[in-house]
């Protein structure tokens, strides 16, 4: 449901841009005037919400590239050295079938929302002590963020 609304909503946008950003008081003219194919850059310049929770999810996915070596998120149900972190906010910490973890994490009685995650990237060892998850401490809020945002965007795909 949720990746249906995703890919109407440009459509949204570029309709709304089209008529709603340009003060021209005579859009017939301005259609005269416009080759077919222009619409699409006014449409992208006309979205500024959209636009800023895309650079986020980008930008998570570029930090993102901190855990690649340790997890993938995607629904393949494959693990690597860390979990699949497909769908990981709103699940019980230490839970993913097949995988391996410490006894601290199965045991913490977390359930990763985005908040107990930030907490845990900003520092594993001391949000569950006796974690095995020895790398991937995230000193920067603002790339938290991101890539709490990204894990989100890609669980929803
Ligand atoms: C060196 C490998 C490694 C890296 C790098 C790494 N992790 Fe992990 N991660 C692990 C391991 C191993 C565990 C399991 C820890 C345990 O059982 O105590 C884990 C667990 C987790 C969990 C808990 C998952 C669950 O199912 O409860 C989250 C969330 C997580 N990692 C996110 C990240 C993110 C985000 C990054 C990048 C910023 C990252 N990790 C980087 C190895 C890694």
Aim: proline content about 6%; some cysteine.
């Amino acid at each position: 449901m949720k990746a249906v609304f995703r890919a109407s909503a440009p459509v949204l946008v570029i309709a709304l841009g089209a008529c709603g950003s340009d003060p021209a008081p005579e859009p017939t003219e301005q259609i005269v005037v416009r080759e077919p194919g222009q619409d699409g850059s006014d449409a992208a310049a006309a979205a500024p919400a959209e636009e800023a929770t895309d650079s986020l999810v980008a930008a998570g996915k570029a930090a993102f590239n901190t855990c690649v070596a340790c997890h993938v998120v995607d629904d393949s149900g494959i693990n690597r050295i860390g979990p699949n972190l497909y769908g990981v906010i709103g699940r019980a910490a230490g839970s993913v079938d097949g995988f391996k973890y410490s006894d601290a994490m199965t045991s913490s009685g977390i359930t990763w929302t985005k908040e107990e995650l930030d907490n845990y990237l900003a520092n594993p060892a001391a949000k569950v002590p006796g974690t095995t998850m020895m790398a991937g401490a995230i000193s920067d809020a603002g790339r938290r963020e991101a890539i709490i945002a990204y894990i989100e965007d890609a669980s929803a795909n």
